[in-house]
């Protein structure tokens, strides 16, 4: 079956960096575009970034230029490099298979002096 394991997350400071990675298995995960969503506290579940199966790559024009989407195909794995974090940043990030309801179980980043 479909499974998408998160990792990455932590408590940084305002203007440091974390890269999340998301490990995919139960599907041919070159075929299939990958996208990053976060949920801060009290809010709801929003689109951080996209990649699709070819490489393109769109962001929420809230971390454009700060956070990179890539993915590795050998690994299995899409990674979200984010810099110049804000404490806006803070909330869960999830990894999901675009097209499906396969989500990761999530990681904690918490942007904090």
């Known amino acids: 079956q479909v499974q998408l394991v998160t990792s990455g997350g932590g408590l940084v400071q305002p203007g440091g960096s974390l890269r999340l990675s998301c490990v995919a298995s139960?599907?041919?995960?070159?075929?299939?575009?990958m996208g990053w969503y976060r949920q801060a506290p009290g809010k709801e579940r929003e689109w951080v970034a996209s990649?699709?199966?070819?490489?393109?790559?769109n962001y929420a024009n809230s971390v454009k230029g700060r956070f990179t989407i890539s993915r590795d195909n050998a690994k299995n794995t899409v990674y979200l490099q984010m810099n110049s974090l804000k404490p806006e940043d803070t909330g869960v990030y999830y990894c999901?298979?675009?097209?499906?309801?396969?989500w990761g179980q999530g990681t904690q980043v918490t942007v904090s002096s």
């Open positions: 999901k298979q675009l097209g499906s309801t396969f």
């Open positions: 139960g599907f041919t995960f070159s075929s299939y575009g």
């Open positions: 990649i699709i199966s070819a490489g393109s790559t």
